[in-house]
């Protein structure tokens, strides 16, 4: 799997979006982008993936770029729940089951 | 609650001696995996299985490591003669196979060994 590159933490105040960037410029063509959060002492939860085509759901929203060399996930008002570490992972998924390889993802901090 | 359990949440553990924690996944999720976090870290992948086959095994898993899941439901790993470095979270993750085979995890089990 390719590997993805995040700043180490970002600060967002509640009730304005927050944005996290992702950068995997070695991404293939086969390989989903995959968004995961860790709030602290808690397993990781699932948010969102995408191929190709922007993706939203009820939680946030995946932006990819044409060149699919980086992503931004947006979470459009953030609340103070929402402060948590957040992995950005490339991942193939049509050649059976493949594993997802975390980074350190990006500790984000809503503040009131 | 439909999600992936984990039991125990926490485990307290003397070096040396043996452990043993459960997972059962989300009912109709045929791929169950296993990972551990120490802390600092993202989750490390240890182990996956399919049904009831263990498929793949991660070089962190030791011999001192094992697990099954027998009958394709709940899974249990068990560690042998625990070593300080073995304390971490320990997390479980669910996913059905086929296009999206998105995992899921559960709570994880908080191993400390003294």
């Known amino acids: 799997d390719a590997k993805t590159t995040q700043p180490p933490s970002m600060d967002c105040a509640e009730g304005r979006a927050a944005n996290l960037p992702c950068n995997h410029s070695?991404?293939?063509?086969?390989?989903?982008v995959y968004w995961y959060r860790q709030i602290h002492s808690q397993g990781p939860q699932y948010i969102i993936h995408?191929?190709?085509n922007n993706e939203t759901n009820e939680m946030a929203s995946l932006i990819i770029t044409e060149d699919r060399k980086s992503s931004t996930l947006i979470l459009p008002h953030a609340t103070l729940r929402d402060t948590a570490v957040y992995y950005c992972?490339?991942?193939?998924?049509?050649?059976?089951?493949?594993?997802?390889?975390f980074g350190k993802g990006t500790m984000l901090l809503v503040s009131p | 609650d439909t999600g992936v359990s984990q039991d125990p949440r926490h485990k307290i553990t003397k070096r040396g001696q043996n452990v043993t924690f459960r997972c059962d996944p989300i009912?109709?999720?045929?791929?169950l995996y296993w990972y551990r976090q120490t802390l600092g870290q993202g989750p490390e992948f240890l182990t996956y299985?399919?049904?009831?086959?263990?498929?793949?095994k991660s070089r962190l898993l030791s011999d001192r490591f094992s697990a099954e899941r027998p009958k394709g439901s709940f899974s249990t790993l068990e560690i042998q003669r625990t070593e300080q470095g073995d304390s971490a979270m320990y997390l479980c993750?669910?996913?059905?196979?086929?296009?999206?085979?998105?995992?899921?995890f559960g709570p994880g089990t908080r191993l400390t060994v003294l």
């Open positions: 995408g191929l190709k």
């Open positions: 070695t991404i293939s063509g086969n390989e989903y």
């Open positions: 993750a669910s996913s059905l196979a086929g296009a999206r085979d998105t995992q899921y």
């Open positions: 992972i490339v991942r193939a998924t049509d050649s059976g089951y493949s594993t997802l390889t």
């Open positions: 299985f399919q049904n009831e086959a263990q498929l793949e």
């Open positions: 009912s109709e999720h045929n791929r």
